[in-house]
């Protein structure tokens, strides 16, 4: 189980900049329409 968290926070962190990214993206979509 030990062995699971890094590869889980890796995943979690991975996910969690792409969700960013996202947000970015749109917050900048609305902000030049």
């Known amino acids: ?4 968290s890094p590869i889980k ?3 979690y962190r991975r996910v969690a900049n ?6 970015k993206m749109n917050f900048l979509c609305v902000d030049v329409s």
Not at 1 to 4: D, E, V
Not at 18 to 23: E, L
């Open 9 to 11: 926070f890796q995943i």
């Open 18 to 23: 792409w969700d960013i990214q996202q947000r």
């Open 1 to 4: 189980m030990s062995n699971l």
